[in-house]
């Protein structure tokens, strides 16, 4: 696979510029197209500003809070003011820790392991299989999967009544997400932050799809903890976020054992160890840590703030006003949806098209194109079937399609867009979902590991 590339137009130059914007790939119909990353929910493409600040920075790298020398300091502050910059960024409180882990998922095993003896957990089955799933690895926790709500008001109201018939004690932990990974819509956080305490029950946000599209305010909204991860807050360094309330994580076993977790080791007099674990954000960061990472997702809160959330909210709000337009004048797609059509929502949007296969149609958009989407069910099983109307045998593995090019499809398809998206992209996007459904794809496809890739021929 080869990559090459063309000067960057500034006609399609986004407000934010990312990497990539230039990048060419082929197309099985011949020539080259500038390639339209519209699967920003999965990951998004680096900001510029974030590449230059890591490679600024790449030549002091050294190690954290291990060396004496001159860039293992330097490192081991920058590494700490990273920390202050996504505390910040978090509107976190002054007795809030934040910790830096490996993604979303990682924070949410983490606090996993981190909940008091027999907490009680509330999690709806719409969410992501991250926020979904980490609970289910300690047999201690009471896990209550509340049913999809169909409005914003009734997601409050199940939560309340699942509250008030659990018994009147003990810890509660509520989960959910800002915004859905499947249809982008935003959930009611600071309702159901109030109702989680009201009842005396906690809450952790998971910001993964909210943080990059909409500022998040951990104090404002009044939730206990959030996590998110850099690679869709443009930054691509494999680090992410835990931030929240010290007293459980103070409390907990270290996440891993090892260097940086531990203060002080020693041999007992029996034979075995004593250990004294920090009780800072370290207790749960052993091992030498990504400061690469951290540093990049400073380097994201602070491109994003400087940019400015009322400008870019602004700009997505018409990106995805665009993209509803254009898919309404369309009658076989429909736009999956829990809340309604005129819920607000991030640039998330999944949809299906009526005789289509959701793999087909999205390797076409790919080859054809030259328009990156995401079909399949999207790691939230539950919550797409539910959308769907599809039985549970249907399932496919996370992504995978599970009917052939040309049969009807039991996935979805889903465009996704940021900070870094161009109007071309998204105008592309439109005019090739008008095509494919009025002509059909130009191309064969067949089905290969349970993808549909392009096949040799023509049509
Ligand atoms: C809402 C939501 N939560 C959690 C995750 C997991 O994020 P990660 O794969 O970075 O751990 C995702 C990823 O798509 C997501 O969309």
Redesign the pocket.
Known sequence: MSVSTAAADRSVCAPLPVLGRDVLVPLVTGGEAVYAALDY???APALQRVWDDVAAYAPYYGSVHRGAGYLSQLSTDLFENARRTVADFLGCRAEDQVVFT???????NLLATALPQGTRVFVFET?????LLPWEHRADLKVTYLDAPRTPRQAVDTLEKALAAREPYGPALLCV?????VTGELWPVRELAAAAHAHGARIVL?????APHHPVDLADLDVDWV??????LYAPFGA?VLAGRADWLRAAEPYLAGGGASRKVARRTDGGVDVEWHESAARHEAGSPNVIGAYAIASACKALTEAGWDTLVARERELIARVQEGLSDIPEVRVLSLFGDDAPRVGVLSFVVDGWNSSHFAAALSAEYGIGVRDGL???HPLVRTLLGSAPQAQGECGAPEAAPGERSLNAIRVSFGAGTPDEHVDRFLRAVRELVSDGARWNYRVEDGRCVPARSAV
């Open positions: 929910a999965a990951s490996r993604s979303t998922t990682d924070s949410l969410e992501h299989h991250a926020s997400t800002g915004a859905s990974n998971d910001a993964a799809q909210l996590a998110f991860s850099g690679h869709k992410g999207f790691c939230a």
